[in-house]
């Protein structure tokens, strides 16, 4: 989606996932939206947090480059960890079936970093919540798999959608498992000036 600034300050969504673009929306803010293209590959030695982290900061980077003065970016990124591995999104059948066997029985992480920047800042805020799946086999994750919903998904699954049917309980914030924690991203985005509850 091509992205053409008006001339006031504007808040600008750099992603593509409607789940983010919901919950802005649910919010009341006015924003627009221009997907940010960059290389999501985990650097050697690199934690979770820093990699998330460092996704959300360089979203906001590459559409402010080709933004104007006004504009003010909001990035995100969310990752399912489990002992400490990143678990990004399937690349084939298999794969997602192995995420989602590792998954099983067990609780696992899901970190998700927001960041907003213009021209004179930026601020970052990492939420984590931890979630419990039930027992699972091999048969249910083929037939998830099947339905398209897990092909995208860090970790295989969404917990939004089908994909709640593995999970028994959450720790912490369920908009941040969802793709963006709702009480800290507006706490970004009154630094900012950028107003919620827009209706």
Known sequence: M???PPIDNVLVLASASPRRRQILADLGVSFSVQSADIDERVNAGELAVDYVQ???REKCQRVL???SEQVTV???DTSVVIDGQILGKPKSEQQAVDM???LSGNWHKVMTAVAVLNRDKLRQVVVCSDVEFCQLNEQMCRRYWSTGEPADKAGSYAIQGIGARFVRQIRGSYSAIVGLPVVET???L????IPIWKF
């Open 2 to 4: 091509n992205y053409h």
């Open 54 to 56: 460092r996704l959300a």
């Open 65 to 67: 480059s080709m933004s």
């Open 74 to 76: 909001l990035g995100s």
């Open 100 to 102: 989602l066997m590792s």
């Open 186 to 188: 507006a706490e970004l």
């Open 190 to 193: 009154s630094e900012f000036e």
